[in-house]
């Protein structure tokens, strides 16, 4: 069965300091790979995915993701956070692209100016 | 264009009343999802419906939720009778169709008391 970790509950980081966001899948076929980002009251944003091709994705605000199958990683980076990136951000699998999604338990980002 | 829509944005209710949860799609969009997320988790799929037939509604505990997309356009989630472990936010999301990204609303956060 397919399942998703995130290891950070919270995370806090400094304006301009740089971010990754950790998360782990396990999937028995090539996964597809996503994260999204929930600012508080607001639903769901895709930030960026991962079907196939280039390990290295680049998404919207900055950010960006790496696929590597060795650790069964999708790890989401950002150079320099900016306060408007506090929000929860949802590391998610998909069996057959966007269908059939399992999202991990998220992870809480601060920033501090 | 308009977002996906809900309504009420928040419900507080004593146990064992019934409640209800309504969603606009985004226009033209023919598939419908709901999620339950829980305070400190990813959404869970609850049901999804192409058009007006659900076709996937495994996880949605029939005993007490109901849901409906009558014309293949609005939605209604429906929990009678409301019990304390329900309390959480459901989540409506639409996609042009299956495999297609999913666009969230805001949710509506409902409070069991």
């Known amino acids: 069965a397919q399942s998703v970790t995130q290891p950070d509950i919270h995370i806090t980081v400094s304006e301009g300091a740089s971010l990754e966001l950790r998360c782990n899948y396990s999937?028995?076929?090539?996964?597809?790979l996503f994260w999204y980002v929930q600012s508080p009251g607001q639903g769901l944003q895709l930030l960026l995915k991962y079907f196939s091709g280039d390990t290295l994705v680049q998404g919207i605000k900055g950010f960006e993701a790496e696929f590597k199958r060795s650790q069964s990683s999708f790890n989401l980076r950002k150079p320099s956070v900016h306060w408007s990136d506090a929000a929860e951000y949802f590391c998610?699998?998909?069996?057959?692209?966007?269908?059939?999604?399992?999202f991990g338990p998220g992870t809480s980002l601060s920033v501090i100016p | 264009e308009a977002g996906v829509v809900q309504s009420p944005r928040y419900k507080i209710i004593e146990k064992k009343q019934p409640v209800a949860f309504w969603c606009n799609p985004i226009s033209g969009h023919n598939t419908l999802y709901w999620y339950l997320q829980n305070l400190g988790q990813g959404p869970e799929l609850l049901i999804r419906y192409e058009n007006e037939e659900a076709v996937d509604d495994s996880q949605l505990p029939k005993d007490r939720f109901s849901a409906e997309r009558l014309k293949g356009v609005d939605s209604t989630l429906k929990i009678q009778p409301a019990e304390l472990g329900d309390s959480a936010v459901y989540l409506c999301?639409?996609?042009?169709?299956?495999?297609?990204?999913?666009?969230f609303g805001p949710g509506t956060r409902l409070t069991v008391t």
């Open positions: 999937y028995g076929a090539t996964p597809y």
């Open positions: 998610a699998v998909g069996q057959t692209s966007y269908d059939k999604v399992i």
């Open positions: 999301a639409s996609s042009t169709g299956l495999g297609f990204e999913q666009y």
